[in-house]
Nanobody, 123 residues
Framework: VQLQASGGGLVQVGGSLRLSCAASGRSFSTYEMAWFRQAPGKEREFIAA????????YYADSVKGRFTISRDNLKNTVYLQMNSLTPEDTAVYYCGARMAIVAITITLGYNSWGQGTQVTVSS
């Protein structure tokens, strides 16, 4: 599957952004999808995952209650709604996909990646 992330930009503290990740290639609904982010000098960090049907989601503690992951299997797209943004959310955001059938709380095994979209939160 090929992934294309978009929707990043510059936003002020407390603001919101909605990221999108469009997929092409093999059947989108067979993939579990997730968002990760990587800040300068830091390792890539898991943010959120959504099950194949969209009915189950899982979040990192750092974004729980502020970010919402969702997907539209008819549009082959996964979204990340980000609210109450802080400077600590500044990073390049990546969408990832995996076919492996494992518990959604396992954050490893995503092996298809989009190109990343920059999110910058200014104070």
């Amino acid at each position: 599957v090929q992934l294309q992330a978009s929707g990043g930009g510059l936003v002020q503290v407390g603001g919101s952004l909605r990221l999108s990740c469009a997929a092409s290639g093999r059947s989108f609904s067979t993939y579990e999808m997730a968002w990760f982010r990587q800040a300068p000098g830091k390792e890539r960090e898991f943010i959120a995952a959504v099950s194949r049907s969209g009915g189950i989601t899982y979040y990192a503690d750092s974004v729980k209650g502020r970010f919402t992951i969702s997907r539209d299997n008819l549009k082959n797209t996964v979204y990340l709604q980000m609210n109450s943004l802080t400077p600590e959310d500044t990073a390049v955001y990546y969408c990832g996909a995996r076919m492996a059938i494992v518990a959604i709380t396992i954050t490893l095994g995503y092996n298809s990646w989009g190109q990343g979209t920059q999110v910058t939160v200014s104070s």
